[in-house]
């Protein structure tokens, strides 16, 4: 069996599908004060699936002016995911709506000028892309400071899981620019091939992972209320 860019596109799909199908499952199991805010999950997991799907039939295929070649499936995947999960994020922390906005906003913005980058030619592609990695650093900034500080007027619990999640969203997502840099959009050091198996793979993980994460968490805090509310309503000897 040859291992091709379709294989990998291929295997995305089905990873994707699956974890969304999982992840459906864990929304008819919670509670319903936590189902509406869990469907931003399985929304994220559903549009890489059909953003997966349409790379496997080769739809969306670009090539840059330095001969990179780009899947707009996967821009537009990122450019409505990433604010997805950063809105996640600072829900928990009790952010209100305009600050959501605002970093999701942020969010988007690393998403375009690393898919600009990627269509120039060199040196405005790296312009670009540094402009991208500051969009990111102030986001990450934020997360750490103002929306942090937010977060710690929450329970332990939830404190917990906006810190799980935060960090596990800025850990991977630092790989995704040192990709960029080592693939054809940046110097080339790997080609379109090894980029795709890689970036597949993170993405599964990004994904399907952060949402297992939230769910085993959210169920966690769903049974220490339930347990706390026996207590309550256990009559004293």
Known sequence: MDLTITTWFTLGTVGMALG????????????????LPFLDLVGVTAIATVAYA???LDVGT?????????????????LLTTPMHIAYVAFLAGAD????????????????LGFAGGMVASPLNLV????????????????????????????????????????FVVVLWMIYPVVWLLGETGFAFMNTETVSL?????????KVGFGLLAYSALR?????ESSEDSVMATPSD
């Not at 780009?70 to 821009?75: E, M, S, T």
């Not at 605002?102 to 988007?108: E, F, H, I, R, V």
């Not at 650093?137 to 935060?166: K, N, P, Q, S």
């Not at 966690?220 to 220490?224: A, Q, Y």
């Open 20 to 35: 969304t199908i999982g992840l459906i499952v864990g929304y008819t199991r919670l509670s319903e004060a936590h189902r």
């Open 54 to 56: 349409l790379m496997a």
């Open 62 to 78: 670009v090539t840059s002016a330095r001969g990179a070649t780009l899947y707009i499936p996967r821009y537009v995947d990122w």
């Open 97 to 112: 709506r305009e600050t959501i906005a605002k970093l999701g906003a942020l969010q988007a913005s690393t998403i375009v």
């Open 128 to 167: 670009l892309f540094a402009a991208g990695g500051v969009a990111f650093g102030v986001l990450v900034y934020w997360l750490y400071t103002d929306i942090g500080e937010l977060a710690r007027e929450r329970d332990d619990m939830t404190l917990a899981l906006y810190r799980t999640l935060r960090n």
């Open 198 to 206: 890689v970036v597949t793979y993170i993405d599964i993980v990004a």
């Open 220 to 224: 966690d805090i769903e049974f220490l």
